[in-house]
């Protein structure tokens, strides 16, 4: 398996090695993962077969996906997107924001009030996903000390989001969702990318 995520079920849901198609693991009724039972899923739609996207489980328990630095095998900051409905078990294709004609290998994170937060790999440009009605929102990204690039998103116990710059390094920036803004977090001491 390629990319993981731990689903709000239990189950363990993987890429299989970059492909279109997707598997689950099933524990055994007595929580084993190692004696457990894996079905494959649904694939995703034709011509989205990702590598290095934005990923992450949201509350309600579906999987969203966004970009990729690669699409079927070939270098490419693609913009497309999938939805996934383990009820139903179906994807569904996710637009991306407005005039984002890439998002690549981006970063993300999931937002107190349920939001997906992704930023654009090569510049600074961030939008928030609306679980319910999937619609995106641009937000503003104020004081950001470099783009996005090759970052890592981590929300903290406060509702601010943890980085450490990449060009930047060894800075570190938190986000404010509520005012839309960067400020520094300090140095790092040592550059961590």
């Not at 009820?87 to 004609?101: K, M, S, V």
Request: hydrophobic content about 40%; overall charge negative; aromatic content about 12%.
């Amino acid at each position: 398996a390629f990319l993981s995520f731990l689903l709000t079920d239990g189950t363990v849901m993987c890429q299989a090695n970059s492909s279109a198609n997707w598997w689950k693991l099933t524990p055994d009724i007595n929580g084993s993962y190692l004696n457990g039972t894996w079905t494959q899923l649904a694939s995703l739609q034709p011509g989205y077969v990702p590598d290095d996207f934005a990923s992450a489980v949201l509350a309600d328990g579906r999987v969203v996906i966004s970009g990729g630095e690669y699409n079927n095998g070939a270098f490419t900051l693609t913009n497309l997107g999938a939805i996934y409905n383990p009820i139903a078990n179906t994807w569904t294709p996710l637009n991306p924001p407005l005039g984002w004609d890439f998002i690549g290998d981006s970063q993300s994170v999931v937002l107190p009030d349920g939001r997906w937060l992704v930023g654009r790999k090569l510049d600074m440009q961030m939008a928030a996903l609306d679980p319910v009605t999937l619609t995106w929102s641009a937000l503003g990204s104020a004081g950001k000390s470099d783009f996005n690039s090759e970052e890592g998103w981590t929300l903290l116990p406060d509702g601010t989001v943890l980085t450490y710059d990449v060009l930047n390094a060894p800075n570190s920036e938190r986000y404010f969702p509520s005012t839309q803004t960067w400020m520094t977090a300090g140095s790092t001491i040592v550059d961590l990318h």
